[in-house]
């Protein structure tokens, strides 16, 4: 994926699905979560451990989210072995983005997508991507 196509699908969105997204400060994907919600975004955290992170509802599923979402951008903070489901559930929502997040790479998950038709990222930062291209 090109900055160029990365940058249009980030100004265009406005929902992101935080999979993993925890509620301890010091974790990256509830930092990550919080750099997005203050970028304007609104975040559907998904976790089945929690009810409410960062003032938003949990959700225990993907699927559970887009009952009352519809997501944009599916941001993965799972390991490596767990994504592929995660992606697999994303699939049929058909966000314009998955991310799969620094240190995680699924290559059989993103052959999945791409044969979907479903734009996806490895290995990289949604907050860093988004910094990067100054949106």
């Known amino acids: 994926m090109t900055d160029a ?10 929902v ?3 999979v993993g997204c925890s ?4 974790r990256p994907s509830h930092g990550v979560a919080r750099y997005l ?6 975040i559907v955290p998904v976790n089945p451990g929690v009810n409410e992170v960062l003032g938003e509802r ?20 799972r390991r490596s072995a767990l ?3 995660v992606v697999d559930e994303a699939l049929p929502l058909q966000p314009r ?5 620094l240190g995680v790479i699924d ?3 993103a052959a999945r997508a791409d044969a979907a038709g479903v734009p996806m990222i490895m290995d990289r930062c949604l907050a860093i991507e988004h910094r990067r291209l100054g949106i």
Request: charged letters at 15%; zero cysteines; glycine letters at 4%.
């Open 83 to 85: 994504a592929g489901a």
């Open 23 to 26: 509620p301890r400060p010091d």
């Open 107 to 109: 290559h059989e998950a």
């Open 37 to 42: 919600q203050s970028s304007g975004y609104q």
């Open 5 to 14: 196509e990365l940058s249009t699908i980030l100004r265009a969105a406005r």
């Open 58 to 77: 949990a959700y225990p599923t993907l699927t559970a989210a887009a009952a009352d979402h519809v997501i944009h951008i599916v941001d993965v903070f």
């Open 16 to 18: 992101v699905a935080v």
């Open 97 to 101: 983005l998955i991310v799969l997040q």
